[in-house]
Every structure is written in structure tokens, then in C-alpha cells.
């Protein structure tokens, strides 16, 4: 049984489990979203969201630290200058796991693990539907000071226009 077992090994070698994290890390950071298993999907997140967190703060410290993970330079780089800017505001949940379906060879259960700010095509259709929820209903108290202006509008441009049509027919 697994109780207390929080970490999965991935049936690796612990070695051997740190490259391959580092590795996915490092291409979700430079392609911001890759296609994978949902097993290391699953594994990564809990690797990658971490090291997204120690990038808001830019200082040599955290950088150094986030180098000793992803052992690329180019990802530490883009990491700091372009994913940190995105998310500096989010307090957590940097990453997005959507399953795919199953692999064809070994039936393995695949998904797509992306940043969360990077996808455009959410975004837009998120900025769509925040735009069609600012509609609100209008209390009965307001309709009906509404309708009564309304009336009162209508009744002053008719008591308006008989006078009008007078002075013109005499």
C-alpha cells in the first residue's frame, strides 16, 4: 500500500527522476505547453510551480536556486524575464493540466500540461465571457421611476404639439 508516500518515483531511479523533471521543466518554461503523461504531468506540477513561485522574487539568490533545479540557462533566463512578469500578480495555481485521452501504443492516459497565462485562446474567451457577465438586472424600483419619467416625457411632447399645430393652422 502507498500510505504516506506523497512523492511518485515514476519507476525511476531517484537520479534519473530529477532529469527527466528538470528536462519537462524546462521545456514547459521555454515552449509554455507541452504534451505528455498525466502521471508526469501530475509529477511536474508539484517540480515546476515551486521554482515559478521563487522567480517573483528576482535576486541572484533565487536564481542560483532555481539554476540548481533546471540546470539550463535559457529557461532560468526566460523564466525570470518572461513568466514571472505574467504571473507576478497570481497568488498560486501556475499550471494547467487537460487530459487528451489515451496514448495508441500502451493506452497510457495523456494530457497537455500548459502555463496558465500563456494560453491565448483561453484567455479570449475568457475576456468574451467577462464581458457578457457585466450585464446586470435592473431592480423594479428603478423600472418603474423609468417608466413613470418615460410617461411624463410622452405627455409634455403631446401637450407640446397640439399648441405647435395650432399656431400654424390660425
Known amino acids: 500500500m502507498r500510505h504516506q508516500r506523497k512523492i511518485n518515483h ?24 507541452i504534451e505528455t503523461t498525466l502521471a508526469k504531468a501530475k509529477a511536474l506540477r508539484t517540480f515546476v510551480e515551486p521554482l515559478i513561485t521563487k522567480s517573483k522574487n528576482d535576486t541572484t539568490h533565487s536564481r542560483r536556486l532555481v539554476f540548481s533545479y533546471l540546470k539550463d540557462k535559457d529557461a532560468v533566463s526566460v523564466l525570470f524575464r518572461e513568466v514571472s512578469e505574467k504571473v507576478i500578480n497570481r497568488p498560486g495555481g501556475y499550471t494547467r493540466i487537460l ?3 489515451n496514448r495508441v501504443g500502451d493506452a497510457a492516459e495523456m494530457c497537455i500540461i500548459e502555463l496558465v497565462d500563456f494560453n491565448e485562446n483561453m484567455l479570449a474567451a475568457k475576456g468574451e465571457t467577462a464581458a457578457k457577465s457585466t450585464r446586470r438586472r435592473r431592480s ?3 423600472k418603474t421611476e423609468a417608466k413613470a419619467e418615460a410617461k411624463s416625457n410622452t405627455q409634455e411632447q403631446a401637450a407640446e404639439q397640439p399648441a ?3 399656431e400654424t393652422k390660425e
Open 164 to 166: 405647435s399645430e395650432g
Open 10 to 33: 515514476l519507476s525511476r531511479t531517484s537520479e534519473h527522476r530529477k532529469a527527466l523533471l528538470s528536462n519537462l521543466a524546462s521545456s514547459l518554461i521555454k515552449h509554455k505547453r
Open 99 to 101: 487530459k487528451t485521452g
Open 140 to 142: 423594479p424600483k428603478k
